[in-house]
């Protein structure tokens, strides 16, 4: 019975090649599409699985709300202090373990000199949280005594070549000697962190380094990520709810009234291990993370791809119906009942599916290297080879094909042997009705897809256009020089002409602004507090003009004012937060931040320090004395006429200044564009699937036209004969198709508002969603429609009605 079925199912393909190419085709570029979205789907929710302890641990993170509870700082790390108490305190909590970052560093073994980026101090207990594969050393141990170092099998090949690391010592910014203790292998892609080298975290009890007591007492440097191990199914609440205690008892400052709550202003959360990567956004991440939105965004695409191809299926075996009903009629006069009839489409269904999925699967193959190089989400093939994957993979024809085949075969098996037999089969007016039902929602899903790109596009465009409040062009950064060697590597630099200008700051644009110490403004002698969170950077007196920063009311610092280094330069936020009523009235005014007082001298204009994702908050800037090393970068203006002479000159004062330190350097721009990365990767993504979702409803629609006006032949050739246009012809064939098309467009459009409208509000400063775009994808939508249909209208117009005609 089922060789008869794929037997029959195969004669059925040959015969009609026109349509059965358009139906493979289609289901094969809408499988492809399924495929290329489930691997990123599966790669994204598989971070941090490889872990068997994962379903077990926790990471603390902390919030900072003002006086009326509005959190206006979330980071994903927490005081030093933290882990050690927590454990203490709770006796639940099985183990803690925290990560360190350790910043840029230069390493040195022998003549080798490189400056690092990925290392961090890790606790000995680390790898009893995370699964990673030890190649040398052991785990329990290399990381117990202060000063020793493990590093990753690419690394220790970087400084070690073929020799034998274990044991060896590099030194760490000339500072100190770090003995290798154990070689790793990398952490896996999937993987939320990449540490490329982990040092002992009982070197930070050096003073030297950190301090035991800076360990124990310091609760302003919120860097340290610090993870809980909990014990199965544990209910977390038990813990979170005591956490506004636990802050109360243990942070206490000196001078801190005995009623005082510091809960009142800071937070403590939990946050799952394995919820961070897509659903964790906070303030400070270990790295980058996804996003679950993403997911569903893609996995909506896949389905709605796929769905536009099964539609393209059923429409066109419905239309085809009359071709098969001599068949139909015999198969039920000899016998053949309704529900082998209904198998024997259902089969032909599947097998096209099946066919279509090994054709996808060399697609997918063939294409993923393309999709990794303009998008670098590192997808893999092989992400699909997992038992439960594979398996769904492979049962998806399956499910395809009876979802796509059940409404074709049903409505054919229901036909009636004897009207089939004397020819008298009218297709149904339900039947046309449903065929119509699929093309609105076909083209519905296309202009939804339409009207998504064009927003990402034009949101990007924006984030790419819009002014910051300062130049970015030409400015290039690098890290910070020692502050008795500053002045003379600036004086050397700005003899080249196409160096133009020289800061220092703590922090650049591109960066977060994490750093609040509070303020206070004087009414007379009085100081009262500031509600708001006003964040800081130290510049010196060339920052504003190397970034181009424009004046509002007051001046820059100055090396020709002594007391600037207790002075304060804010933005217009600022001036509005502290209620002051213009720029002009702020310069002069008294005010306190952090341990320093001293007097506003002059305001910027707002500038965009962090990404548009973001709204422009208060800033102070501060210079500290000149004698401190508290600017970690140096941002330089040069002339856009010949960036690598100007580079040049730069690498070769830094040399005879820093011979110890490689030479880096970065533009700004390029920070900023990173900012974005995400939404380029969506914008490309979007482009490529809207377009193929439209390709393959436009396939349909290609198939469907030509077969609807196959059936019309006779009508076109005595309609030309009393005299019809080939134009009437053409719009009397393709009206009832637009006619959809407009219906589609009704549809979509506020369905597209909406979905963008919540994107949107991603960004603190984004487009506004304007009427011609609802309007063009619309026009688009015809366009594209009325040109798949014209090809078969026209060549139908042009037939010579004679022939048309000649068999009636």
Partial sequence: MIKNYLRSAFRNIARHKFISFINIFGLTIGLTC???????????????????NAPNIYRVSRSFNTGDGVVNLHLGAVAPPFGPLLKNEFPDIKMVTRLFPNGDVVLRY???????????????????????????????TSLNEPYTVMMTEDMARKYFGNEDPINKEIRLDNTANFKVTGIFKPFPANSQMHPQMLISFNTLNDDKIYGRNALQTNWGNNSFFTY??????????????QFPAFIDKYMRFPGQAANFKQSKFTQLHIQKFLDIHLHSHLDDEVEQNGDITRVYIFSAIALFILLIACINYMNLSTARSTLRAKEIGIRKVIGAQQQEIITQFLSESVLVTYFSLVLALILTWALLPLINRFSELGLSIDSLYHPMILTSVLLLPLVIGLISGIYPAIFMSSFKPIKVLKGILKVGSGNISFRKVLVVVQFSISIILIVATTIVFQQLRYIQTKSLGFNKDHLLTIPGIPANQFEAFKADILRDPMI?????????????LLDDQGASVFDGDKALPVKADIKCINTDYGFIPTYGIKLAAGRNFSRDFATDSNNFVINTTTVKVLGWKTPESAIGRDMSYGSRKGKVIGVVNDFHFESLHQNIVPLLMEMPPFDNNNYGKVSIKISGSNTNAALATIEQTWKKYQPETPFRYTFLDERFQRLYNAEQQQSHLFTIFSCLAIFIA???????????????????GVRKVLGASIPQIVTELSKDFLKLVIVAAIIALPIAWYAMSKW???????????WWVFVMAGVIALIIAFATISFQSIKAALANPVKSLRSE
């Fill in 34 to 52: 399924c495929l290329l979205i489930l691997t990123y789907i599966v790669k994204e929710l598989s971070y941090d699985k490889f872990n068997h």
């Fill in 110 to 140: 022998k003549e080798k000199l490189f400056s690092e980026t990925g290392s961090y101090f890790a606790d000995e207990n680390f790898f009893k949280f995370f699964d990673i594969q030890t190649i040398a050393g052991d785990p329990k």
């Fill in 228 to 241: 809980l191990m909990m014990p199965d199914n544990y209910n977390m609440d038990r813990i979170v709810s």
């Fill in 500 to 512: 133009k200008d020289v800061g220092r700051s703590s922090r650049i644009p591109s960066g977060r």
């Fill in 698 to 716: 436009c396939l349909g629609l290609f198939g469907l036209s030509a077969f609807t006006i196959s059936q019309r032949v006779k009508e076109i």
């Fill in 760 to 770: 949107l509000l991603d960004f603190a400063f984004r487009v506004s969603i304007q």
